[in-house]
């Protein structure tokens, strides 16, 4: 209403009192420009002015520039039958092409259509998409391919043991453990833990640097029926205290390094010295058989949590996320049919424990009959450091943020076939460094889902990283704010369902 009291001014008054920023590349007021001319004129309304000996024709003079990036203009014009509205869409051919313009049309259309049919319906309420649209983004671009069925993450393991027992599972330092070696070991911790209180549901927090023991670890809590929580022994006190707090781990893991300052932070907690001779004594005496459910304090089903992951606190109080069994078969099925996963490949584990990915590095090794290597120990960050390590451990594949990627020069690992990225925007130097000789994945997913929501095809340079399909298991929607489905090519919130949403948060059912 304040711009009709003041619609006489002069635009290029306005412009002169903003004096706003001026740009090339833009209109400095605005950029999309809506008039609606309800006046009517001779040549509106498409009658010919008759003038004595002369015959008049309307034209509407074409420039050939367009003055705003969009401009839409429509008419009234009153007809027999009652008010039509035509109009005319400007666009700039730098920014647009036709089709997208002839879908923004399309869809104004549909917004005019609904309203007119409905008009005590909220406008947001108005279904902007065709029918062949809503068939694209609700189900052909929704999911993936079929998740397999559902199956703990001992049982897949001790299948896949079945399958390669004598192939190489773990690559750490120099040395190599079997498929059958790996899974008898963690029998034996497994069988130990069971008798130290771990059971089905009952967390076991892991304070371990990466290495060979941090994956028997792994794999002996899942046999036991408990809940895997890694701790980082470099994060601040404070935050390994909290993260006990909220789970009330049955036991702690760690060594003797690491003891005094966890002692003080957790007082309260049983711990587990792996590298205490007691402990070492213990362990080798327990069986080394599969535990079964009647070994443990409640049977071990898919919906029974498998760990706990703490997102980084960015926005707040850092909160523990509970991801369920449900979801690792669906996990590894993906990676392995993305990733090209099988005996002769070898997963390199460069981010924390803490970090979800490190979870999916072993799990779609361990279930596709390749080599997990963990990182070195103390690994301060160095691109260089990494990049021998890799080498050192002939990896093939390794998952890592594109800002830890950016520090490793490519040429010094080339034993990498595949690179995945995610956590964050992937830079198009990134890109067009690795993308050379190797393929290069662009993966995303939140804490809140089992690591991995979808997976893109191989990044090339110049194009946008793509985030991808959804994997197995998994359904997509961009949504707006009222969970309707948005059409192609418009903002929204990307919406996550299906088998691999996590159950919730620790303490927080709301």
Same mark, same amino acid.
């Given at each position: 209403?304040?711009?009709?009291?003041?619609?006489?001014?002069?635009? %290029?008054?306005?412009?002169?009192?903003?004096?706003?920023?001026?740009?090339?590349?833009?209109?400095?007021?605005?950029?999309?420009?809506?008039?609606?001319?309800? =006046?009517?004129?001779?040549?509106?309304?498409?009658?010919?002015?008759?003038?004595? #000996?002369?015959?008049?024709?309307?034209?509407?003079?074409?420039?050939?520039?367009?003055?705003? @990036?969009?401009?839409?203009?429509?008419? +009234?014009?009153?007809?027999?039958?009652?008010?039509?509205?035509?109009? +005319?869409?400007?666009?700039?051919?730098?920014?647009?092409?036709?089709?997208?313009?002839?879908?923004?049309?399309?869809?104004? =259309?549909?917004?005019?259509?609904?309203?007119?049919?409905? /008009?005590?319906?909220?406008?947001?309420?108005?279904?902007?998409? @065709?029918?062949?649209?809503?068939?694209?983004?609700?189900?052909?671009?929704?999911?993936?391919?079929?998740? /397999?069925?559902?199956?703990?993450?001992?049982?897949?393991?001790?299948?896949?043991?079945?399958?390669?027992?004598?192939? &190489?599972?773990? !690559?750490? @330092?120099?040395?190599?453990?079997?498929?059958?070696?790996?899974?008898?070991?963690?029998?034996?911790?497994?069988?130990?833990?069971?008798?130290?209180? !771990? #059971?089905? #549901?009952?967390?076991?927090? =892991?304070?371990?640097?990466?290495?060979?023991?941090?994956? =028997?670890?792994?794999?002996?809590?899942?046999?036991?029926?408990?809940?895997?929580? *890694?701790?980082?022994?470099?994060?601040?006190?404070?935050?390994?205290?909290?993260?006990?707090?909220?789970?009330?781990?049955?036991?702690?893991?760690?060594?003797?390094?690491?003891?005094?300052?966890?002692?003080?932070?957790?007082?309260? !907690?049983?711990?587990?010295?792996?590298?205490?001779?007691?402990?070492? @004594?213990?362990?080798?005496?327990?069986?080394?058989?599969?535990?079964?459910?009647?070994?443990?304090?409640?049977?071990?089903?898919?919906?029974?949590?498998?760990?706990?992951?703490?997102?980084?606190?960015?926005?707040?109080?850092?909160?523990?996320?509970?991801?369920?069994?449900?979801?690792?078969?669906?996990?590894?099925?993906?990676?392995?049919?993305?990733?090209?996963?099988?005996?002769?490949?070898?997963?390199?584990?460069?981010?924390?424990?803490?970090?979800?990915?490190?979870?999916?590095? &072993?799990?779609?090794?361990?279930?596709?009959?390749?080599?997990?290597?963990?990182?070195?120990?103390?690994?301060?960050?160095?691109?260089?450091?990494?990049?021998?390590?890799?080498?050192?451990?002939?990896?093939?594949?390794?998952?890592? /943020?594109?800002?830890?990627?950016?520090?490793?020069?490519? %040429?010094?690992?080339?034993?990498?076939?595949?690179?995945?990225?995610?956590?964050?925007?992937?830079? *198009?130097?990134?890109?067009?460094?690795?993308?050379?000789?190797?393929?290069?994945?662009?993966?995303?997913?939140?804490? %809140?889902?089992?690591?991995?929501?979808?997976?893109?095809?191989?990044? %090339?340079?110049?194009?946008? *990283?793509?985030?991808?399909? /959804?994997?197995?298991?998994?359904?997509?929607?961009?949504?707006?704010?009222?969970?309707?489905?948005?059409?192609?090519?418009?903002?929204?919130?990307?919406? &996550?369902?299906?088998?691999?949403?996590?159950?919730?948060?620790?303490?927080?059912?709301?």
């Amino acid at each position: 209403l304040a711009a009709y009291a003041n619609q006489d001014v002069p635009f %290029e008054r306005l412009v002169e009192l903003l004096n706003p920023q001026r740009s090339l590349a833009y209109h400095p007021l605005f950029q999309v420009m809506l008039a609606f001319n309800n =006046v009517g004129s001779v040549i509106d309304s498409g009658d010919v002015a008759e003038l004595s #000996g002369l015959t008049a024709e309307g034209l509407s003079p074409q420039t050939g520039a367009a003055r705003f @990036d969009l401009t839409f203009v429509l008419r +009234e014009s009153h007809e027999p039958d009652g008010i039509r509205l035509n109009g +005319e869409v400007e666009y700039a051919i730098d920014l647009f092409d036709e089709a997208t313009v002839r879908a923004m049309i399309e869809r104004l =259309v549909r917004l005019l259509t609904g309203a007119a049919a409905n /008009p005590d319906r909220p406008i947001g309420a108005v279904d902007l998409l @065709d029918d062949a649209e809503r068939q694209l983004v609700l189900d052909e671009w929704s999911h993936g391919v079929p998740a /397999p069925e559902p199956a703990t993450l001992p049982a897949l393991f001790e299948a896949q043991v079945a399958r390669t027992p004598d192939a &190489v599972a773990v !690559v750490s @330092d120099g040395t190599t453990v079997s498929y059958a070696d790996l899974n008898r070991r963690a029998n034996h911790m497994a069988h130990h833990l069971i008798r130290r209180g !771990v #059971g089905t #549901g009952r967390t076991v927090g =892991v304070a371990l640097n990466r290495s060979e023991h941090s994956i =028997v670890i792994f794999l002996a809590i899942a046999k036991a029926g408990g809940i895997y929580l *890694p701790l980082d022994p470099e994060h601040p006190v404070e935050r390994i205290a909290l993260m006990c707090r909220d789970t009330a781990p049955a036991l702690l893991v760690t060594e003797l390094c690491h003891f005094d300052a966890l002692a003080a932070a957790v007082p309260d !907690v049983p711990m587990l010295l792996l590298d205490d001779p007691e402990t070492l @004594d213990a362990v080798a005496g327990s069986p080394d058989t599969d535990p079964v459910d009647a070994d443990r304090t409640e049977p071990l089903l898919v919906s029974s949590p498998a760990y706990i992951i703490y997102t980084s606190g960015s926005t707040g109080t850092p909160k523990g996320v509970v991801v369920e069994h449900r979801g690792i078969a669906a996990l590894a099925a993906g990676h392995i049919a993305a990733l090209d996963l099988g005996p002769d490949t070898r997963v390199f584990q460069a981010v924390a424990p803490t970090f979800d990915v490190a979870v999916a590095d &072993v799990v779609m090794a361990l279930l596709s009959g390749a080599a997990v290597a963990p990182g070195p120990a103390g690994w301060g960050g160095d691109g260089d450091e990494l990049a021998a390590a890799i080498t050192a451990a002939r990896a093939t594949h390794v998952m890592m /943020p594109a800002s830890l990627l950016a520090t490793v020069p490519e %040429e010094a690992a080339p034993t990498l076939r595949y690179v995945v990225t995610g956590g964050e925007i992937c830079p *198009p130097e990134v890109v067009r460094r690795w993308s050379r000789g190797r393929r290069l994945i662009n993966a995303y997913g939140p804490t %809140e889902t089992t690591v991995c929501a979808t997976l893109s095809e191989p990044l %090339e340079p110049g194009s946008p *990283p793509a985030i991808g399909r /959804p994997v197995p298991g998994v359904r997509v929607f961009v949504l707006d704010a009222g969970l309707s489905p948005v059409p192609v090519g418009v903002a929204g919130e990307l919406y &996550v369902s299906g088998s691999q949403v996590a159950r919730g948060y620790v303490g927080r059912a709301g």
